[in-house]
Structure formats: C-alpha cells, structure tokens
C-alpha cells in the first residue's frame, strides 16, 4: 500500500514493511525510513521522523536565507554531489563539457499496480494485486531536466526496487557520466559490509568488514559481474546473528559492470549505493531522449542473514525468475564435458547416455566440442554448425535416439564468442570487439563478438535457432569464457555514437538474445555459465533460472561457493554436479558419499566418466537419484537455511532445507579436515525451523520433538580419526553426514 500523509509524506508498507519518502524544504526527497513496517501514523509521529535537527558543525547552508538548512544533514534519496553535500553522488552530468550541479526538485507522484515481465529487459514483475510502484517526477527547471524516481513495493516482501528514468528536455546534448540505481541510507556506522568475492575456481566467498568513516566499495570492469566480486552486498547490524537482528541487503538487476559501495561521512551516518559503474560510461542523451537505470533491489531483514537470505529467496523466484520454474521440476543431467572433453564420438555419447539413463538421470546435455573443426579451445566459434565427422548421421538424429531413450536433449552454447579461424569472422572482420590498433589481446584463444551490434545478435540467434529446431532442444548451457579487453565497437564508430556507451550496449544485446530465444522457445531452459560462476547475478537469473556457480565441481570448494551464493540467491539457482576424483580442477581426492551429499542441494547432475564407474558407485548413484527425485521440490524450493556460521576458518560446516509447513527437512553436515578430538559442541542448535509440537523421526530411527531439536539440537556423527576410529562414524578429511527429519505423530 502507498499512502501520502501531510502532502509531504510518501509511506509505502506492507505486513513486513516500511519505506518512507519526505519531501524536503528545498523541494527534494529523501528517505527517511526503511524497516519493520508503521502502521497508522500519528501527526505526531510524522513530525517526529521529519523533524530537522541542528546544521552541522563546517557545513555549507543550501538557502542563502536559512542557516540550519544543508543536504550533508539529509538522508537524501538520489543524492546530488556538490550542492552542500560532498559525498559521492548517485548522478553526474555534464553538458558541452560543463558539469551540471543538479536541483531536482518535486512536481508529482503517480502511482500504478502491477509490473508487466518484459523481456526486452530483465526487471521485477507482478501482477496488479501483488505491486504497486511509486513514480515521483522531479524537475530541474534551469536546466529543463526531468528525474523520475520508480520504487516499486511487493505484496508480501520486503523488497523496495527502485530505478530512475531521466528525461532531457533542453535543445542540448547531455552526457551522463554517472547515474546509479539504489540508494540505502542509514543513520549509523553500526553495520559489517559483507560482500561475496573470490576469483574463477573460488566464486562468491564471504568477505567482512566494519564501516568507518571513508568509502568501500566493489565493483566489476570486465564487462560481466565477475568472478572476483558479485553485485550482492549486505550490510548487518554488529549485534546481527544468523537468525535475529537487523540485516539490509542490496543487489542489482544487471549483468555487466557495476559499482556497490557504503560511505561513512564524519556524523557516522552511512550512505549505500550500486549501480553501472561508471568508469568506462557516458551516455549521450539526445534532446527529449531518456535513459532509464537497471533495477536495484533493496532488501531488510529483521531476522539475521537467514531471514535475508528467505527474503531474496522468495523475492526472485516470485518476482525475477519466470514462475514456470516454480513447478516444473529441473531435470537430473549428465553433462558429457569431464567424461570425453573434446574426445567423442557419437557412439561413446550413446553409451555414456544409455547408463545415465538406467541411473536415473533425465537429461543428456552434450557439451564443447560438437560444432565446427572444434578439437580443442582454439577454433570454431562463432560457426554453430554440426561437427559432421563427429555426428555422420547429423546432429538431429542424434538428438532422435536421446529421445528415444526418454532422455531430453540439452546442449552448449558460447554465443558471444568467435574464434580467429572461424568463417564468421573472414566474413565479418569488423564484428570483433578490438580497438583500430594493430595489437589485439586474446583470451583462451578466442575473441568477443560486437553484441552492441544489432545484425550480430541477430545472426548468432539465427544460428542457434536453427539447431534448436532440428533437434528439439530443451536445455542450453550458455557460456562466456573470456573476458572484455580493449573495448571498442566498429558498429558504434558507423553510427557516431560514443565509445564509452559500449558497455551498456553490450549487456543490453545479450539480453536481446536471451529474449529472442525465449519469445521463440518460451519452455527453453537456459543454464547460465561464464567460465562457471563470472555472471552469476539478477539479469542472467531473469533469463535463466539457473546458473553454473564455478567452474570447480570439488565439492570441499563448493562448501564456501554454495554458503557464499545462497546468502543472496535462491537454492534453485545453484546448478550441481558430482564430478569424479581426484577432482579435475584441484585434483583433490573426495569419497562419492561425500561429492553427493554437497551437490544434492540444489538442481543435481552428474558429469564424470559413467563407463569407469565401479558397482558399489553405480549403486551409490542409483540410490542417491532415487532419493533425490522423492524429495526434489525440498531440494530446490525449500526454504534453506545455514545452521552454522560460515566462518573460513571453521572446520564445520552445517545447511539445511525446510518445508514451508516445517513438516520435513534435509539436513547436510561437512567436515573439510580430520581432527583428533570429538567436537566440543556435541548438538547442531537448529534454528526456529521447525513445528514446537510436533515430533521428528530422525533418519527413519529415533523419533525427537520439534521442542527438544531447536532448544538442544540435533546430536553430532562422531568424527574421531585416532586408534580404532573404524568404531566411530566418520573419519578423515571431507566427511559428510545427512539428516532427514520427517514429521511424525507421538
């Protein structure tokens, strides 16, 4: 609901929530509040939250008339760096190279329910009974520019996702060389600054640490969210707990280079903000032409890390990802990729197929290598035409027998890719991403293709439509293995537009595939990859409703990935494998109990050698498949939860999903290394997960009350690794352990 209280006062609030906007003396805005949601707010109360203070001590007045009266002392929603305020800004502009100190100032507010799923552009949706977006219209009357802030509420989130949308109303060009998407302000420094960073093989670790006066900040110039950073950020109150006290998180809905950074100024107060970053960014804004920011979503949690975590939850799979995939189970795959490489034929897929099939396993996807003269990572891209000595009887007949086993067809794909001696390129010289000098770096043996190019997004469509076709494809495993450098697009240079436009442009074609695929072929499951987990973010998650988190199957690694990815994003998104060991990437040797009991949390597959396997692991695999299809919507839409804190340091590890009528859950337990010495803490407290009165058969043995499990906990394995450890448990390095709580009655 959204409320206008006193002309001045815009509440936006639900059951769990409530923002608050305030127009400011001077005719701007800025937010007040932002927490457990106000019900029936007084006058007084209103007087209270808006009341101004005392002007700080050095600062600049705004009015030449009013003393007291300064933006350092505001909290302001799109903040303007300049005008008596000296912290970063969330937009800068500039015209015919004169930077424009910006006074945007209230005109109206509008208000609209539902938010139409467009995919021209990924974005919230909803329908009119579960959004309302508040648009307010701000104008610079010197300058004849319109800001209109859009901050859409949901029914039954937390969630406020906000965008600007900026008009030139002036005769002049404007360049925009800054302009972000959210803005969270806080009243205190009182909060960690937790972001989730690493490197390729490493994605998404928990990094912490304290606010204090100054800026830190993440970002990505590689033209892709990264691997190094991700654009999911949060900040928690030092008094926060996994389960209690108050978290704020924030994210962006985009693919490419971002910024996220918190400011302490010296009053302690703390302003956050995310959005394009804007080094290698202008935009030229033609006159009466406007740009419109990606969405930034805003996130509170008054319960911990895991009530943030439910929160995002809930939010992108209602609200981002296509809802079809809320019901439609993922399929079991077997990916062919660590099994063959780039070494087949179409008899050894078959017979890899035909095991699979009798494990189990629901769809084949047939990795690199299937396209072109494609032998190894050198070649072939940008040609997505069977390998014909590789398939004799054409790709589509291949396709035929999958389905003829009951196996569904998925494949990969690298569309924004091209290698030097493709016959793409001899064609189209120009459709590389390269500046005009001679030298031009290469990575992985491949370049980038012009995707701010409108004809290349269609010509690689057309490609890959093709292929869809013959062979009824249902799944795509979608990669980008290689980074931007030198960007600089041919295209741009015809049309007279400016070079730091690219990036943007870029992003916004690779969108425009994903959506012309998906218009086409709207039941298409597409897995996002780029090097494993180097976009793993809200715009992909639009478009795909899973990604592949790492390029690292280990599952020790997967520990922290998986901790990492689902304190922001959904356990539907988080696509496993079991691979073989030693692993391929670390060569780290783990038990198959083990690899199987980290990858059955989320949507599973299998990608190692099925011919090599022995009877006890094709027995082990069998029964882990039927297990894991009785309890499949558990394992992907349950609501998960971390029972331990994720501390690097830690040896344990412990997660769980829950049953949203807490009528069942599945509980995973790791330890990375050996120890000597039973654990000191002989219970794994459980949070408020389960039912109080209701009763628990652990395992289909003791039979325990929900009472008794979240006030002592569940009992640990014994994990003892001296003299006659055969009598304990477990034992050894990477040991796992599953619980499988069922409601019973007493």
């Known amino acids: 609901m959204i409320e206008q209280l006193n002309n001045r006062i815009f509440h936006m609030n639900n059951s769990q929530v409530s923002f608050i906007l305030h127009i400011m003396q001077n005719g701007q805005i800025e937010q007040i509040y932002y927490g457990k949601s106000l019900h029936g707010l007084s006058v007084e109360e209103i007087d209270y939250l808006v009341t ?5 001590a050095g600062t600049v007045k705004f009015f030449e008339d009013d003393p007291n009266f300064t933006l350092t002392d505001h909290p302001q929603a799109y903040p303007v760096y300049g005008s008596s305020d000296f912290k970063e800004g969330a937009i800068e502009l500039s015209s015919n190279q004169t930077p424009y100190y910006t006074d945007f100032r209230f ?30 219209r701000l104008v610079d009357q010197e300058r004849q520019l319109e800001l209109i802030l859009h901050y859409t509420l949901f029914c039954d989130s937390t969630a406020i996702v906000q965008s600007q949308t900026l008009i030139n109303q002036s005769e002049a060009d404007l360049q925009i060389h800054r302009m972000l998407s959210g803005v969270l302000n806080l009243s205190t420094k009182a909060y960690d600054f937790t972001h989730f960073s690493g490197a390729w093989l490493k994605e998404r670790h928990e990094k912490k640490r304290p606010l204090e006066q100054g800026v830190v900040a993440i970002g990505s110039l590689k033209g892709a969210s990264s691997h190094q950073h991700n654009p999911f950020i949060r900040l928690e109150h030092q008094n926060s707990t996994l389960d209690q006290g108050e978290v704020y998180g924030m994210n962006l809905v985009y693919s490419g280079n971002f910024l996220a950074q918190a400011e302490v100024d010296e009053w302690d107060k703390t302003r956050v903000m995310i959005g394009i970053h804007p080094t290698q960014f202008t935009w030229t804004l033609a006159p009466k032409g406007s740009f419109t920011t990606p969405e930034a979503v805003l996130m509170y949690s008054a319960a911990g890390t895991n009530g943030l975590a439910t929160q995002f939850t809930h939010f992108i799979e209602n609200y981002l990802i296509d809802r079809q ?16 490489y780039f070494d087949f ?3 050894k897929l078959l017979s890899l197929a035909t095991i699979g099939k009798k494990l189990g396993m629901e769809c084949f996807v047939l990795d690199d290598g299937w396209f072109g003269k494609r032998n190894n990572d050198r070649s072939s891209l940008g040609d997505w035409t069977p390998d014909k000595q590789k398939f004799p009887h054409g790709l589509a007949a291949f396709a035929t027998k999958l389905k003829n086993m009951g196996l569904q067809f998925g494949m990969w794909f690298e569309p924004e890719m091209i290698s ?3 016959h793409l390129l001899e064609k189209h010289p120009d459709w590389v991403v390269r500046h005009p000098y001679s030298r031009i770096s290469v990575g992985r043996g491949q370049y980038v293709l012009d995707f701010a190019n409108p004809a290349i997004v269609e010509g690689i469509y057309e490609q890959m439509a093709k292929i869809i076709e013959e062979t009824n494809l249902t799944y795509i495993k979608w990669d980008m293995n290689r980074n931007i450098t030198e960007a600089y697009s041919a295209y741009l240079e015809k049309q007279g537009m400016h070079q730091q436009e690219f990036f943007h442009r870029y992003v916004q074609g690779v969108y425009t595939l994903y959506g012309k695929l998906l218009t086409s072929y709207p ?6 990859c780029a090097g494993g987990g180097g976009r793993y973010d809200l715009g992909i998650l639009f478009y795909s409703p899973q990604i592949w988190p ?24 988080f696509s496993n494998h079991v691979s073989a060991s030693p692993n391929h990437q670390v060569l780290r040797d783990t038990s198959l109990a083990f690899r199987q009991d980290v990858a059955m949390f989320g949507p599973l597959g299998y990608e190692l050698d ?46 769980g999903v829950f049953s949203h009528d807490r009528s069942e859950a599945i509980i995973g337990y790791y330890q990375k290394s050996a120890r000597a010495n039973p654990a000191a803490k002989a219970y794994l407290p459980l949070p408020e997960c389960l039912n109080k009165d209701s009763y628990y058969q652990i395992n289909q043995k003791e039979t325990i009350s929900g009472h008794f499990l979240m006030n002592v906990g569940l009992k640990k394995p014994r994990l003892f690794n001296g003299v006659n450890h055969t009598t304990y448990q477990l034992a050894g390095d990477c040991q796992s352990f599953i619980y499988h709580l069922v409601e019973r009655r007493k």
Not at 325 to 340: D, H, L, S
Not at 523 to 528: M, T
Not at 624 to 643: C, N
Request: glycine fraction near 6%.
């Open 107 to 136: 005109v109206e507010a509008t208000t609209k329910k539902g938010k139409k799923r467009n995919l021209k552009c990924p974005a919230a949706y909803g329908k009119e009974e579960e959004t309302e977006t508040l648009s307010l």
């Open 345 to 347: 034929t179409e008899e």
């Open 420 to 422: 030097p001696d493709s």
């Open 325 to 340: 995939w809320k019901n439609t189970p993922r399929p079991i795959v077997f990916n062919n990729w660590e099994a063959t």
């Open 610 to 655: 099925l011919l090599a396997l022995t009877e006890d692991e094709i027995q082990q695999i069998s029964d882990r498949i039927t297990f894991y299809k009785a309890h499949r919507h558990l394992l992907t839409h349950g609501e998960f939860l971390q029972i331990l804190p994720n501390h690097p340091a830690d040896n344990e590890i412990c997660w």
């Open 523 to 528: 039941d298409l499951l597409i897995e996002g």
């Open 550 to 573: 790492s390029d690292t199957s280990d599952g020790l690694e997967r520990l922290s990935i998986l901790s990492g990815t689902l304190a922001g994003y959904p356990l539907s998104s």
């Open 52 to 56: 101004d203070q005392n002007k700080s």
